[in-house]
C-alpha cells in the first residue's frame, strides 16, 4: 500500500493504523449497505453478511480506540518534557552555585594568603623595630655604665682591679702507663 510522492518521488508507507482504519471503513461502507438490502429483501444471509461486516467494522474501531487509548503517550511525555526542562534547569543553577562557590573560595584563598603576607610584614616590621629600640636602650644603658664607673674611678670610690681574674682550666689527668681506659678493656702501652 504504498503511493509514490509527487514531490520527492519516494514511496509513502501507510502506519499499521492507518492500514486498520481503512479496512474499517470500508468494512462498515461495505456491511451498512448489505444489512440493509438484506432487511428490506428479507434475505437472511444479506443481513447475516451485513451484520458480520458492520460488527467486525465496529470491533476493528474499538480495538483501534482502546489501542490509540493505551498507547497515547502524549501526557507522559509532556510531563517527561517537563522534567527534563526542570532538572536541565536545576543542573544549572547547580552549575552556577558551583562556580561561585569555587570563585568565593578561591577569593578567600587570595584574601587569606594577602593577609598572611601582611601580618608577616608587619611582624617583620615589629621585630626590626623592636631590636632597634632594644639596641638602642642597650647602648643608653651601657653609656651610662661607663660614665657611672668613670665617675666612680675619677671620685675614688672603686677602683679598678689591679690585675685581671683569670679563671683556671682544670688540670688534665692522663691516665698512666699500663692503665685501662675506662670501659673498654684496653691497657695503653
Known amino acids: 500500500?504504498?503511493?509514490?510522492?509527487?514531490?520527492?518521488?519516494?514511496?509513502?508507507?501507510?502506519?499499521?493504523?492507518?492500514?486498520?482504519?481503512?479496512?474499517?471503513?470500508?468494512?462498515?461502507?461495505?456491511?451498512?449497505?448489505?444489512?440493509?438490502h438484506?432487511?428490506?429483501?428479507?434475505?437472511?444471509?444479506?443481513?447475516?453478511?451485513?451484520?458480520?461486516?458492520?460488527?467486525?467494522?465496529?470491533?476493528?474501531i474499538a480495538l483501534l480506540a482502546i489501542r490509540s487509548w493505551i498507547t497515547d503517550t502524549t501526557q507522559e511525555r509532556?510531563?517527561?518534557?517537563?522534567?527534563?526542562?526542570?532538572?536541565e534547569t536545576e543542573k544549572e543553577r547547580y552549575q552556577a552555585a558551583k562556580y561561585a562557590l569555587d570563585a568565593e573560595r578561591d577569593r578567600m584563598r587570595r584574601d587569606a594568603i594577602n593577609a598572611e603576607r601582611r601580618a608577616a610584614?608587619?611582624?617583620?616590621?615589629?621585630?626590626?623595630?623592636?631590636?632597634?629600640?632594644?639596641?638602642?636602650?642597650?647602648?643608653?644603658?651601657?653609656?651610662?655604665?661607663?660614665?657611672?664607673?668613670?665617675r666612680l674611678a675619677r671620685a675614688g670610690i672603686a677602683e679598678a682591679p689591679a690585675t685581671p681574674r683569670v679563671i683556671p682550666f682544670p688540670s688534665q689527668h692522663h691516665p698512666a702507663e699500663g692503665e685501662t681506659t675506662r670501659g673498654r678493656g684496653v691497657t695503653r702501652p
Open 38 to 60: 438484506g432487511l428490506i429483501s428479507d434475505n437472511t444471509a444479506r443481513t447475516t453478511g451485513g451484520v458480520c461486516l458492520t460488527s467486525c467494522a465496529l470491533v476493528l
Open 1 to 36: 500500500m504504498s503511493q509514490p510522492n509527487s514531490e520527492r518521488g519516494q514511496p509513502i508507507l501507510l502506519s499499521t493504523r492507518h492500514r486498520i482504519t481503512a479496512v474499517a471503513t470500508l468494512a462498515l461502507a461495505a456491511g451498512l449497505p448489505l444489512l440493509g
Open 78 to 87: 509532556s510531563i517527561l518534557y517537563d522534567s527534563i526542562c526542570s532538572a
Open 121 to 150: 610584614q608587619a611582624l617583620a616590621a615589629e621585630r626590626d623595630a623592636l631590636r632597634d629600640q632594644f639596641e638602642e636602650e642597650r647602648n643608653q644603658l651601657i653609656c651610662q655604665t661607663f660614665e657611672t664607673a668613670f
